[in-house]
């Protein structure tokens, strides 16, 4: 289902989701607003794992590297780390803790005792670890919808995936 069409529920949001409202993607921010203006009025309950925290803080710094330099981003980061924290922090940081503290936008830790289960989602859903982590999160928590533009998250027959520009491949086998 598009994620524009999710009324109520609980939804576990992905990075992708995350990063194009933080960056201001001009052709899918007003769907994207209107979940979260949901999520806002306790219509939809979201939940943000740490590990999505972690993704999105890394592509907004690379995001902004490649914005300030002329260099691969990646290249960059490994030869001047001090240098790319220090100018970057502050907006990547304050851009976060604001989208954390809107209302019924829930934070969840990963827990070592998902480790098991993400091996197992790996294996059995073909899933990078990152996925696999999301999911063991979702697991623990009883979730079954994801917000997310990442078709990996097709294979799983358990959830339910909202998209944004991505739709399920129909034509993919499972």
């Known amino acids: 289902m598009k994620l524009v069409e999710v009324h109520t529920g609980s939804v576990y949001l992905d990075t992708n ?16 607003r209107v979940f979260l203006t949901r999520v ?3 219509e939809i309950e979201a939940f ?6 972690d993704e999105l803080y890394y592509r907004l710094l690379l995001g902004r590297i490649k914005e300030t330099t002329t260099q691969n981003p ?6 001047n780390l ?5 100018a970057h922090c502050t907006p990547i940081e304050s851009a976060l803790r604001k ?11 990963a827990e070592g005792t998902g480790f098991e289960r993400m091996l197992n989602n790996i294996r059995k859903y073909s899933l990078l670890p990152r996925d696999a982590v999301h999911l063991s999160i979702m697991q623990r928590l009883g ?14 027959d358990t959830i339910e995936r909202h998209w944004i520009v991505q739709p399920p491949d129909t034509n993919k086998p499972q």
């Open 48 to 53: 943000i794992g740490l590990p999505v925290l």
């Open 74 to 79: 990646l290249v960059f980061l490994r030869k």
């Open 143 to 156: 979730l079954n919808a994801i917000a997310s533009d990442d078709r990996d998250f097709d294979r799983i």
């Open 82 to 86: 001090v240098e790319a924290i220090a």
């Open 17 to 32: 989701v995350l990063y194009m409202y933080l960056r201001s993607d001009p052709a899918h921010l007003p769907e994207i």
């Open 40 to 42: 806002v009025r306790g």
């Open 99 to 109: 989208l954390m503290t809107l209302p019924h936008m829930t934070l969840i830790g």
